[in-house]
């Protein structure tokens, strides 16, 4: 046999090894046209389910063992009502923190001025509002004000649905690496409730990426009734007995079967304080009303307990903003009680259009239509202004030499950038 025919047998068996033969190449163009194709279903699934669905446009969190759940970092979302919501790389809805020299600014040129830090939940965090509207901002700008100073800072920790005990955890696992100067715990009558308790989260390849996806939001909320199929196993037992815990408090937080819930509340704000008092920080716990706490339902007030524990040896003080907002509200509630309107059919989810469009756009309404348990821009207006008036009152300053001495609370000038009022 020539070298020819021997080559030409050698190429011939290469290219067959290498090749498969027809049939094998036959199938890869078969599943790489399968693939395409199931990747283009998926594209356009997702594309769908986010833009006509409405899914997909809330910030994605992920279970934690810690902290019960969380806020997935580094997110840019447009959620359904048109608010921006932007995550840091930290997993709260603020700007970019950075580390490092104690004396300078966590937001980057300048020094270190005074540093606020803000624990709360949906209120605080700013649901439906946009982030230069939201009271921890709001609280900013007055400060600054005030103290005549751009070297105020005011971290905004809140994450929605969150209380008093995910708010210790937050302290200790990141509040407290930024050493600020005063804590603020926002809280209301849902503050006491157990936290919802789950294991560490399933680890798998793209994992960030897929909660993220309006496809995977689809499948949790409207195939899985919430549960978040891919990321955990749920502490069943001990999540259902808190789930229930939750219900029943939601119906009447200060009833005494609820008693040890508070207690138990209490004595992590108790070690809280002291712990930021020993760093040099003051703590004030804020008592943010709900609509049904300006009418008077329930009869009891968190802030009631709040200051009595205070008085008690509790290393914080208590700032009750129910007063402002009843006074706030007065004048809408006249004009109910003088058009025989029931407060509760004006703010309800299935409220009267005809009602709400009579009212829409009424400055001294604080909160929102058809969602009464979170503020308008007017409402984190006012109590971010008047938070800021009563720590200038409690004597927060800057406390560098050469400051210049702060206003005192009361009337002042109205600073820049207020975000209009009335309601979406």
């Not at 004396?103 to 230069?132: H, I, M, N």
């Not at 609820?258 to 760093?279: Q, V």
């Not at 409220?351 to 469009?357: F, H, I, L, R, W």
């Amino acid at each position: 046999m020539s070298a020819a025919v021997l080559y030409a047998g050698g190429v011939g068996e290469r290219s067959q090894a290498s090749g498969g033969g027809p049939a094998r190449r036959t199938a890869l163009r078969r599943a790489r046209v399968v693939a395409l194709v199931v990747a283009l279903g998926l594209v356009a699934l997702e594309l769908g389910l986010y833009h006509l669905g409405g899914y997909g446009r809330n910030p994605a969190t992920t279970t934690d063992g810690e902290l019960g759940y969380r806020t997935l970092p580094r997110q840019r979302v447009r959620t359904n009502d048109g608010t921006l919501v932007v995550i840091n790389d930290d997993g709260y809805r603020d700007r970019a923190w950075r580390r490092g020299d104690p004396d300078e600014s966590v937001t980057g040129g300048g020094r270190r001025g005074l540093r606020v830090a803000v624990l709360g939940d949906s209120v605080s965090y700013g649901w439906r509002v946009d982030v230069e509207a939201t009271w921890p901002r709001r609280l900013e700008d007055h400060l600054r004000h005030r103290l005549r100073s751009p070297d105020v800072v005011v971290m905004n920790f809140a994450q929605p649905g969150y209380v008093f005990e995910q708010y210790a955890r937050v302290w200790e696992r990141d509040v407290r690496a930024f050493e600020p100067d005063v804590v603020l715990l926002a809280v209301n009558g849902h503050s006491a409730q157990p936290m919802q308790s789950f294991a560490e989260p399933r680890d798998f390849p793209l994992r960030a990426f897929v909660l993220k996806t309006a496809t995977y939001d689809y499948l949790r909320r409207g195939v899985f009734g919430e549960r978040d199929f891919l990321q955990v196993d749920r502490l069943d037992e001990a999540f259902e007995r808190g789930r229930e815990t939750r219900a029943a408090m939601r119906g009447d937080p200060y009833a005494p079967a609820f008693d040890a819930s508070w207690a138990a509340a209490r004595a992590r704000c108790d070690a809280l304080a002291a712990d930021a008092s020993a760093r040099g920080a003051r703590v004030f716990v804020v008592c943010v009303p709900q609509l049904g706490d300006v009418l008077g339902e329930p009869a009891e007030w968190c802030a009631e307990r709040w200051s009595a524990w205070a008085a008690e040896g509790g290393d914080y003080a208590v700032l009750d903003a129910l007063p402002v907002f009843r006074e706030a509200l007065a004048p809408t509630l006249d004009a109910l009680a003088a058009a025989k309107i029931d407060p509760r059919v004006l703010w309800s989810r299935r409220a009267d259009p005809a009602v709400v469009a009579r009212f829409r756009g009424d400055p001294a309404n604080p909160y929102l239509y058809r969602d009464p348990e979170h503020l308008n821009p007017s409402g984190h207006e006012r109590l971010g202004a008047w938070a800021a008036a009563r720590l200038i009152d409690a004597g927060v300053a800057l406390g560098a030499p050469g400051d210049r001495e702060p206003e005192k609370a009361g009337p002042a000038a109205t600073p820049p950038g207020l975000p209009p009022s009335g309601d979406r």
